[in-house]
């Protein structure tokens, strides 16, 4: 349930959003499981958000994401406006918690320190860790790399005399 008042969209640069409720039931607004939180948003998702909410003439009380009829959206239209987005995008579908996995694991592997990315995302570290850092491919291989420069590049001679 995002409206414009929870956003800050500046002209250039990073912005915020500001997790103030949450979906408790259809239609039903409430508290956010894990409280208020503000969360910074991309320069690209800036532009992006301020472009959808000035071309739609959306004002702060209003909703962001609307049906045809101007209601809060269903699950079916959620499910039918992801389905068309992302073939119109050339890519599987995917689920709305894939963008959130994507965006977690994007934070971790860019070093955000484990603290900012849950706290960005709501949760305690040690859900992040349990929820996110298991499922990352490629960390054996980031490991290996990660091993043998700390060990001078001589990793391969090891055990030899």
Known sequence: MLRPCALLLPPSGWGKITITEADVGWDEPGDPKTGS?????????VELLRR?????????GE????????????QSNWSRALKRACATAGHRRNRVYDFRHACATTM????VPLAEAARRLGHSVETL???????MDGDDVEANALIEKALGGHAHTLGRS
């Open 37 to 45: 939180r503000s969360t910074p948003i991309p320069p690209g998702l």
């Open 52 to 60: 959808w909410t000035d071309d739609r003439g959306i004002v702060d």
């Open 63 to 74: 909703l962001i994401f609307r049906s045809a009829r101007g209601n809060r959206p269903s």
């Open 108 to 111: 971790i592997r860019a070093g």
């Open 129 to 135: 860790v349990s929820t996110y850092i298991g499922a």
